[in-house]
Structures are given as structure tokens and as C-alpha cells.
């Protein structure tokens, strides 16, 4: 299995919180992404990364913000929580050829 | 832009009897094309990939799948099927020189006794 831990597992927050997701990998890969899943929309792709500091928006990108500061790290940050990002979170990594492998998810609950 | 289509919400199949899950995807040039599978609460598994040359393709677990351009489909498919095989199953194009994906929305297996 890829390196790929995600923090926390799970998380339950109020409504207008900030909160922040960890990926980390330990794999050296290029590329980094984070996912949304939601039952009856498969996964969504939120933000992804093709390198350190360099960042770009995916279809689901209101309302969040990611920071890629060293390559085994990729952050996910809601700014002000809403119950609309409740969801489970997953982190994905890919060196090339878009070949893609993923984290285990963060449950987040936004009361 | 390119996307997916998984025409089969749920499925139930009894154990030992064959698969076939479909995926339909739409995009102008040769797709890279996934399986992954999820088994409850954990995260997505990569089945099999296909990206040039054969058609069929040969996975992980027993599965494979055919691309076939005409259709614009690449259906996963299993000789027999273990009650183990219970899991929602995604299907993914990717596409473009980002390396980004587009999924399915997902078909649910369940399997009988």
C-alpha cells in the first residue's frame, strides 16, 4: 500500500469553525489532491497539486483553501465550516500517468 | 471535459455466478481508464488501469475489463464472484496533462449466500 496517512480520522466541528485536514505521504510523489465523496456523486475532485506551492482548483473548490509547503505534505483548510462540507475527505497521490492512489479518509461533521 | 457514466446504482449477484459492471465515459482522445474498489469505510483500491495496447486487461482479485473504443465503455467483469467482492466500485477516466481524474458515481455490489 502507497504511504499516504490522513489526520484526523474523524472530526466533528460547529458551523462557522475553521478546520484543517493533513495529508502526508511518504512516497515522493508529484502530484497530491483531495477528494470529496458524497453518496450519489462519487468522489469530487476539491483542490490537487502538482508540486510544492503550486496549487489549482478542482469541479468542488468554494469555500476551501489548500497549502503544499513541502512535497510529502498537502494541507485542506475550510475556512468557515458549513453543514454542506459534511462529507468524508480523501487524500490521493499520483507520480505520472495519472494513476492514482489514496488515503484511508477523514470523516467530517459540521454541526 | 471528460465524464463518466455508471448506468448501475446496485447490483446483487449470488456467490459463484459472473459480474459484468458497466462504465460509459465520454472524452475526444484515448482515455487512461480505472476500476477502483471501496470497501466500507475504508478508502478506494486500484483494481486494474488501462492505458494503450490490449484491450483487455487484467486486475487484481480475479477482475478484468475490456476498453472498447466503438462503445466508448470499459466493463469490469468477474468469472465468479465471492462474497469478499461486496464493495461500491468506481470507474474513472483520466484525462488532460495534469493527471486529474473524473469518476462514476459509483455501482454497490452486493452479493448473496
Known amino acids: 500500500d502507497a504511504g499516504i496517512t490522513q489526520s484526523p480520522r474523524h472530526k466533528v466541528t460547529e458551523t462557522g469553525t475553521p478546520v484543517t485536514l493533513r495529508c502526508h505521504q511518504t512516497e515522493n510523489h508529484r502530484y497530491m489532491y483531495w477528494y470529496r465523496q458524497d453518496p450519489g456523486h462519487g468522489l469530487r475532485l476539491i483542490h490537487y497539486?502538482?508540486?510544492?506551492?503550486?496549487?489549482d482548483k478542482g469541479e468542488v473548490s468554494d469555500g476551501y483553501s489548500v497549502s503544499r509547503s513541502k512535497t510529502e505534505d498537502f494541507l485542506l483548510t475550510l475556512e468557515s465550516a458549513t453543514s454542506s462540507q459534511t462529507s468524508v475527505y480523501f487524500c490521493?497521490?499520483?507520480?505520472?500517468?495519472?494513476?492514482?492512489?489514496f488515503g484511508p479518509g477523514t470523516r467530517l461533521t459540521v454541526t | 471535459a471528460q465524464s463518466v457514466t455508471q448506468p448501475d446504482i446496485h447490483i446483487t449477484v449470488s456467490e459463484g455466478a459472473s459480474l459484468e459492471l458497466r462504465c460509459n465515459y465520454s472524452y475526444g482522445a484515448t482515455p487512461y481508464l480505472f476500476w477502483y474498489v471501496q470497501s466500507p469505510g475504508q478508502g478506494l483500491q486500484l483494481l486494474l488501469k488501462y492505458f494503450s495496447g490490449d484491450t483487455l486487461v487484467q486486475g487484481i482479485k480475479g477482475f478484468e475489463a475490456e476498453f472498447k473504443r466503438s462503445q466508448s465503455s470499459f466493463n469490469l467483469r468477474k468469472p465468479s464472484v465471492h462474497w469478499s467482492d461486496a464493495a461500491e466500485y468506481f470507474c474513472a477516466v483520466g484525462a488532460g496533462t495534469a493527471s486529474k481524474l473524473t469518476f462514476g458515481t459509483g455501482t454497490r455490489l452486493q452479493v448473496t449466500l
Open positions: 497539486s502538482y508540486g510544492v506551492k503550486d496549487t
Open positions: 490521493a497521490i499520483s507520480q505520472e500517468v495519472h494513476e492514482q492512489y
